[in-house]
């Protein structure tokens, strides 16, 4: 899908990035959470935190689960996205087209 550069991260320490990628001169971290339940602000808070450590210019934040209400709306006017387990769906459908 025109990322370059796709990095995944230590298992251990990752400090709250699981893959660093660079796209159209943009570097991207990527956070992934197995998750059946919701993931609330607190997480999604801690992910930019860790984005500003990395210096990164975007980041996406995804999940199985979904996200709550407050979580969503940490995100406005940040340089996140937020992908939760039908979004993702979406996205891998779009991926596996992708030519």
Known sequence: M??????????????????????????????????KGVVGSPDVQAFLGAMQNAEVDKGFFITTGTFSIAAEKSTINMPIELYDKISLSNLINIAMNFS
Request: proline share 3%; charged share 25%.
């Open 2 to 35: 025109g990322y370059e550069k796709v990095t995944l991260t230590p298992q251990s320490n990752d400090k709250g990035i699981d893959v660093l990628a660079v796209k159209n001169g943009l570097k991207i971290a990527i956070q992934c959470k197995k998750f």
